[in-house]
């Protein structure tokens, strides 16, 4: 079993965007898991960062929740977008369950990302999605908490970079514990599954 989460971790690790906001997975489990994703249950993955309005969050704020992370940038074309709205679409899909998913964004992008833009951001996708922001070394901290990537790839003028960052998303359970991986493409009704069976 310790071998297999090595494993797990490990395909975390590698699971980054190098060429911007492509397309990437992961490999089959070695096993069938309880989930469609890829479960991680067990490492302690945590953050600590000033949501769009300056309130401080942790993990331990959302207990009670289904908590989906997700670390991206607003100037991101496609991966980000893609994978918020997808989360809006499992909300609804959980009818009046919708309340008890969390979504938060968690910006690799501090830079040009204010708390401003990423409120808005967010909002286009659901008023109760939250974005978290902190200093550069912060979201660093958070990354390497969840053996996430993300690096700024240079563009044609200072402003113009863009980033590559790992893409999926984090299920946390209801005692605030990461639960699964869901790669970037995986499926609506599959990722919808796996709330529904953190939810109980």
């Known amino acids: 079993m310790a071998q297999r989460r090595s494993l797990i971790l490990g395909a975390l690790a590698g699971a980054t965007l190098l060429a911007g906001c492509d397309k ?5 489990p070695s096993s069938k898991p309880a989930f469609k994703g890829v479960d991680v249950t067990g490492p302690v993955f945590t953050y600590s960062l000033p949501d769009q309005n300056g309130k401080l969050r942790t993990p331990e704020d959302f207990k009670g929740k289904v908590t989906a992370v997700f670390f991206g940038y607003t100037q991101c074309p496609d991966v980000c977008p893609t994978s918020m709205a997808e989360l809006a679409q499992v909300k609804k899909a959980l009818g009046t369950d ?3 998913l969390q979504a938060l964004f968690i910006t690799v992008d501090p830079e040009r990302d204010t708390p401003e833009l990423l409120k808005a951001y967010v909002g286009n996708f659901d008023p109760a999605f939250l974005a978290l922001r902190g200093t550069l070394d912060q979201t660093k901290a958070a990354a390497a908490s969840f053996k996430a990537f993300f690096a700024k790839v240079p563009g044609k003028s200072p402003d113009s970079y863009t980033m590559d960052h790992t893409a999926g998303i984090y299920l ?5 514990k ?3 991986f869901e790669r970037y493409g995986m499926d609506v009704p599959s990722l919808t599954a796996d709330v529904k069976a953190l939810l109980g």
């Open 172 to 176: 946390f359970d209801f005692d605030a």
């Open 24 to 28: 990437l997975g992961f490999g089959a």
């Open 98 to 100: 919708g309340d008890r």
């Open 178 to 180: 990461v639960r699964v």
